[in-house]
């Protein structure tokens, strides 16, 4: 199993970028995959998740600017960020976990499978 980010980069506040995690080794049906961020300093915190019935879940920071979808015949999951602020500043990483195993729920790190993580700079 491996999960794979991209799409991280310096963008000016406001901006937006679209992040990737391309996963293999198994299919996204019957599985959530997350995406969670870590500022220097602070605990990783969940952002969004998508279930294999295209179940989309929000954390309130980010709910009307980031867009979660997945690409399930390129076993793939994007998250679109928009009007992005300096306070977004994050390593992102996505994380994958069989949907009976998130007991906490889908916004918790009880996840299973996590990528190496891309960085999002946002600049004032």
């Known amino acids: 199993v491996q999960l794979v980010e991209s799409g991280g980069g310096l963008v000016q506040a406001g901006g937006s970028l679209r992040l990737s995690c391309v996963a293999s080794g198994f299919t996204l049906n019957g599985y959530a995959i997350g995406w969670f961020r870590q500022a220097p300093g602070k605990e990783r915190e969940g952002v969004s998740s998508?279930?294999?019935?295209?179940?989309?879940y929000y954390d309130d920071s980010v709910r009307g600017r980031f867009t979660i979808s997945r690409d399930s015949a390129q076993n793939t999951v994007y998250l679109q960020m928009n009007n992005l602020k300096p306070e977004d500043t994050a390593v992102y990483y996505c994380a994958a976990a069989p949907l009976e195993t998130l007991v906490s729920g889908y916004l918790s790190d009880d996840y299973r499978y996590w990528g190496q993580g891309t960085q999002v700079t946002v600049s004032s």
């Open positions: 998508i279930t294999s019935d295209t179940s989309t």
